[in-house]
């Protein structure tokens, strides 16, 4: 029987249609098919060899699938080795195709994940009933895959508003780079980027959805940081613009506080300046307000620039910042509003502090008008009122307001007696002295109301409200009996310094104008030097000029 196999089992072999071959104990080929050349040729590689010596071994059939390097490339069999008592029978099929298909398939597979998670954040598929069944391995929005599985996808979308009612994880329909908002496990929205297919059955029900997400939050925020940044510079654009189109320096400030509380849906607006003398005042104010805070100039030195402080006042939160130009402060903004009104959120106080750079220019450009303006207006030695701002612009003013009241007034020209030796023999420094002591004399002897000023070198006037004749005369007979004392600083005892006046009195029902008043008080001046100096004289009268009939 044995016999028969042996003679047998070669020829079978022979005429096989796939790859087969015949070794004996040796590993010598005995038969073998047409199709086993690759096979035959090797029996020396690695891979067939540690199979054979396997399969004798164990006495017991081994199959394997192989790579062998050919001329036509590489090729992969499924190779199966049965031992027999004289030798083995090596079988195999070229799975070649198959294993190529496979790597293709898998290839294709890992390269269509690859593209999905560099695409998206995550990728997922819900069930019938709005669950997720499926989320790629690493998560979604701070959840892990298993803590959405099976978490109803309604769970996690955020309703932000009535009319807001898609859900995309439960869309029936195709959708392409729809955003949803959903909630984070710490409770913080995330906004997504969902695209998504719907999945049906057989008979077209729908029984679920899968797709994509990409996580935009980070977008959205800033496209809305910079939506807020560009309506602040809007908003000040606003603020600036108003400032500008102000020519009087005066109305600048009011008009700033105008523009800032509305652009801050404020109450109320308080713009502060810094001046020399007086200190922190209230430049400009709109709208309601409280009472000011106390302390408030105290919190300025603690804030830095840049920066801002809010006060809470009862029902009222104030939000002030200095006003700064080249870093010093030179004022304040503080702006009240109802608490009512919401409490004040990052852009109020970086729009706050916006406004508060470009008043500390504006501020600056007003004090800078202000000092222009003074020295336009003042004499540069005394700093009392000049010829000009003395004759055009206070005795107008003042002329006005007392034909309105009917009241009188009175109009005093002082001369200095001699006061060109005192040049001369004790030099103009000792000169300038006497005209400082001349300024402070005069402002001892007017009242608040009254105007003092030097028309040019040892001229000056004085201008009384308010004043009857027999109180004017007193008046001038006070200031030549004090002014006694400048005999002191005479520049000879032959020259006595001292003082000439000369008086007009201002009727407001008379007509009479400034430049009439002007010409009747010098004309006295000058009578009072003529009649031996160091006395006053009275000014004619007024006389009305009738007209022609």
Not at 207 to 212: H, S
Not at 390 to 412: G, Q, S, V, W
Not at 528 to 533: D, E, H, L
């Amino acid at each position: 029987m044995a016999d028969s196999s042996v003679t047998i089992f070669p020829k079978w072999v022979s005429s096989a249609p796939f790859p087969a071959a015949v070794l004996d104990q040796d590993y010598q080929v005995v038969s073998q098919s047409d199709t086993a050349q690759n096979i035959i040729l090797n029996l020396q590689n690695k891979s067939i060899s540690e199979l054979l010596n396997k399969a004798k071994e164990t006495q017991a059939p081994v199959l394997h699938t192989i790579n062998l390097d050919t001329d036509k490339g590489s090729l992969f069999y499924d190779l199966t080795i049965l031992p027999s008592v004289d030798g083995f029978l090596i079988c195999a099929k070229d799975s070649s195709l198959e294993h190529n298909l496979r790597a293709a398939l898998m290839d294709s597979r890992q390269r269509f994940k690859d593209l999905v998670e560099i695409s998206s954040d995550f990728a997922w598929e819900v069930g019938a009933h709005g669950e997720f069944i499926f989320v790629s391995q690493r998560g979604a929005v701070g959840y892990q895959p298993d803590e959405l599985i099976q978490k109803n996808s309604e769970e996690i979308v955020l309703r932000r508003d009535k009319k807001q009612s898609l859900n995309p994880f439960m869309s029936k329909t195709k959708l392409e780079r729809e955003e949803v908002w959903v909630l984070r496990p710490d409770g913080e929205p995330a906004c997504l980027m969902v695209s998504c297919l719907p999945l049906f059955d057989e008979y077209n029900n729908w029984v679920g959805a899968r797709g994509v997400c990409r996580d935009i939050t980070d977008e959205r925020e800033r496209d809305a940081a910079l939506a807020r940044a560009y309506h602040r510079d809007q908003l000040l654009a606003y603020i600036v613009k108003t400032i500008r189109d102000e020519v009087d320096p005066s109305n600048m400030l009011s008009a700033a506080a105008n523009a800032t509380a509305r652009a801050l849906s404020a109450n109320g607006c308080q713009i502060f300046r810094l001046q020399p003398e007086s200190g922190m005042i209230v430049d400009a104010t709109f709208g309601d307000i409280p009472e000011v805070i106390p302390d408030l100039f105290e919190r300025l030195e603690k804030i830095k620039e840049n920066e801002v402080g809010i006060y809470q006042n009862g029902n009222w939160a104030a939000i002030f910042s200095a006003t700064r130009y080249r870093r010093n402060i030179n004022g304040a903004i503080c702006l009240w509003r109802e608490n009512v009104r919401g409490n004040w959120n990052d852009d109020d106080q970086i729009l706050a502090i916006d406004v508060a750079n470009q008043l500390g220019i504006a501020n600056e450009q007003i004090s800078g008008h202000e000092r222009i303006v003074e020295l336009s207006r003042t004499d540069a030695l005394t700093g009392l009122l000049n010829r000009r701002a003395f004759f055009e612009e206070e005795l107008p003013r003042h002329i006005d307001r007392l034909k309105y009241n009917n009241t009188p007034a009175a109009l005093i020209y002082v001369d200095l007696d001699n006061f060109k030796q005192v040049n001369d023999v004790f030099g103009h420094q000792k000169g300038d002295d006497v005209l400082l002591m001349l300024r402070e004399f005069l402002l001892k002897h007017i009242r608040p109301g009254d105007v003092a000023a030097r028309l040019g070198g040892d001229e000056f006037a004085l201008w009384l409200d308010d004043m009857d004749e027999e109180t004017a005369v007193k008046r001038c007979e006070g200031l030549i009996e004090t002014s006694s004392f400048f005999k002191e600083h005479s520049g000879s005892m032959e020259t006595p310094l001292g003082l000439s006046l000369g008086l007009a009195l201002f009727d407001p029902t008379s007509g009479e104008t400034v430049e009439g008043l002007i010409s009747r008080g010098d004309a006295a001046m000058y009578k009072a030097k003529r009649a031996g100096k160091g006395k006053f004289k009275m000014a004619d009268p007024f006389i009305k000029v009738k007209d022609e009939m």
